[in-house]
């Protein structure tokens, strides 16, 4: 596999993340320098499942470079209805285009695409797999907030299918982050997941509860998902978690004050409106950071200058 996919967070070392995130901070700082950048190109985006900020975003990067995108539109729509394969969309998709972001409901998707292009492929989501590039802007967002060193990070919901955790999970683990993940026994990490969190990191910074009250007060960030309602193979299961976990003001009196609150978004019923108002609220910002988050990872993967061989060069994943 070619090292210019970015399919998992595992793949990439402490130093490529700095890689994107310092570039990213520099388009942040002057988009208007890039706005020519990657004029004549065109991304592929394939969204075999909702999104909305992940697709726009690559949208809006893409063109703030000088690009523009073509998009297979809703699976209703295109080929796939007529029992099209992943593998024959995106050899076709990858002649139209110099990059594709494909986002799909079934794991390691992103990974068997990838085997069949040799345009960069972004996973933007592989059913409960992986999301490296939302991982990208969170720990953007983490940077800017709470800094990446020394970090204590609650990671709470939906850790069973939650493709965004596994991705920041893996990530925070070349920075020596304790990392306390917070949710219902039936929602808790994978065990394959927390197998390779010991691997990476020798098991010093994971701890897994069920309640946030014993850990709140010492974390500098909480990570809150959305129960992956569509993953749940019986609606009965996720009736029975479904607002197990919500931040409202009650819950943040035993919190620090400089805590930040982050969520991939979307969200349903995980964060009280009125949290939206205080410090505490960087989701926002998070989202809006998939901008120049994104725009820096496709300048580095479209780029001939070598800069895309940077990026996982240590691993074959
Ligand atoms: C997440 C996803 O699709 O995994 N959304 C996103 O990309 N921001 C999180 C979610 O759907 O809960």
């Not at 699976?75 to 990858?94: C, F, N, P, Q, Y």
């Not at 993940?181 to 969190?197: A, G, K, N, Q, T």
């Not at 996720?238 to 943040?252: C, H, M, P, R």
């Not at 620090?256 to 989701?283: K, N, Q, S, W």
């Amino acid at each position: 596999m070619r090292h210019d996919h970015l399919i998992t967070s595992k793949q990439l070392t402490r130093g490529d993340i700095e890689t994107i995130l310092d570039r990213a901070a520099e388009i942040d700082a002057d988009p208007s320098a890039v706005a020519d950048r990657h004029t004549n190109t065109l991304l592929g985006l394939l969204f075999f499942e909702p999104s909305t900020r992940t697709k726009m975003s690559f949208e809006t990067a893409m063109k703030r470079l000088g690009g523009d995108v073509v998009d297979m539109g809703s699976v209703e729509s295109s080929s796939v209805k007529k029992g099209e394969t992943l593998a024959d969309t995106v050899r076709v998709i990858e002649g139209y285009t110099d990059a594709l972001v494909l986002r799909h409901p079934k794991q390691g998707s992103a990974t068997m695409a990838s085997e069949f292009v040799d345009v960069p492929l972004v996973n933007a989501g592989d059913g409960a797999g992986h999301h490296p590039s939302q991982t990208m802007l969170d720990l953007y967002t983490i940077r800017e907030n709470a800094g990446l060193d020394d970090l204590t990070i609650g990671i709470m919901g939906d850790l069973k299918y939650g493709r965004t955790v596994h991705s920041l999970a893996h990530a925070l683990t070349n920075f020596d982050a304790q990392q306390h993940f917070i949710s219902p026994e039936s929602l808790r990490l994978p065990r394959e997941v927390v197998y390779d969190l010991h691997q990476e990191d020798g098991g010093a910074g994971i701890r897994e509860h069920e309640s946030l009250e014993e850990v709140l007060p010492s974390l500098d960030v909480l990570y809150v998902t959305r129960i992956q309602r569509e993953r749940f193979p019986d609606e009965q299961e996720y009736q029975k978690v479904a607002g197990e976990y919500q931040i409202g003001s009650e819950t943040l009196e035993a919190a620090g004050d400089d805590l930040t609150i982050m969520h991939p978004l979307p969200r349903v019923d995980e964060i009280a409106p009125e949290i939206d108002e205080t410090d505490h609220a960087a989701y926002f910002d998070q989202a809006h950071n998939g901008v120049p988050v994104r725009m820096a990872l496709l300048d580095l993967l479209l780029s001939d200058d070598g800069a895309a061989d940077r990026l996982g060069g240590g691993s074959d994943e």
